[in-house]
């Protein structure tokens, strides 16, 4: 019976305070959750290499009244280059017709004062890319073109073929470059670093070709052509966000 009484004193006890302080005045602060301190740092790695590649592009063209006739004499000279090509050792794989064009042309005439216009001649052309590997024979490849009936040439353009493996590496690189200006930074503040909580990257492969032709033309042994090199720059700009912790 006590103990009964006991209870319900003490529950009277908690309406009282329940029904009679004034809670809404009574300041309980507020929680925040601190946001940790941070040092957000950019990593940079880059190689410069030599251009791995030469892209040429070589057309054909021919103008005849004779529209067959036109086609034929597009094909034989294409027919010719290709095959120098190919016997100067560039693979098949690495040969490309396009640009095919057949086009007759419009006339303009005269009659009675008056301007006209009629079906004129047929021009027909054609080009192909050609993709050299060893760039070292670009001037050889240039004076070969333009000696099997080329009309005109483009090239050489320089770039690289495939620097999948060098970026790996670089941003690799980037990475240690990050964390170590990441050190650097909070070791003159009495701190250290923690675990990285954020990270990003982004990258490109940059090319600057760099070549060099004779002014005098294209005869005799060939243009000279420098491949030069280029830069791979995954600017592997990589981004590091790590905490840091004050020493103790």
Known sequence: ???NNKGVMILVVVLIL??????GRINWGKIRWMQPETVT???????TQKNQIA??????????????KAISDVNSKMEAIIAAVKDFGIKEEDIKTQNL???????????????KSRKGQWRISNGVE???????KASKLTSLLTSTGANNVYGPNFSFDDVS????????????????????????????LGKVVNVSENGSSSVYPMYRMAAEGLG???????????????VSYTHLTLPTIYSV
């Open 18 to 23: 329940v029904f009679l302080l004034p809670w």
């Open 55 to 68: 892209t040429f592009n070589a057309g054909v063209d021919a103008v005849n009244s004779d529209k067959d």
């Open 41 to 47: 740092v950019t990593g940079e790695a880059k190689s």
């Open 101 to 115: 064009s057949i086009f007759q042309q419009e006339e303009t005439y005269y009659e009675g004062g008056v301007q």
């Open 165 to 192: 493996e060098t970026q790996k590496g670089l941003y690799e690189a980037a990475m240690k470059d990050a964390k170590d200006k990441a050190e650097m930074l909070v070791k003159v503040s009495g701190r250290r």
């Open 130 to 136: 050609i993709v050299l590997r060893e760039v070292d």
């Open 1 to 3: 019976m006590k103990e």
């Open 220 to 234: 005799g042994g060939g243009a000279p052509v420098e491949p030069g090199s280029g830069t791979v720059r995954p």
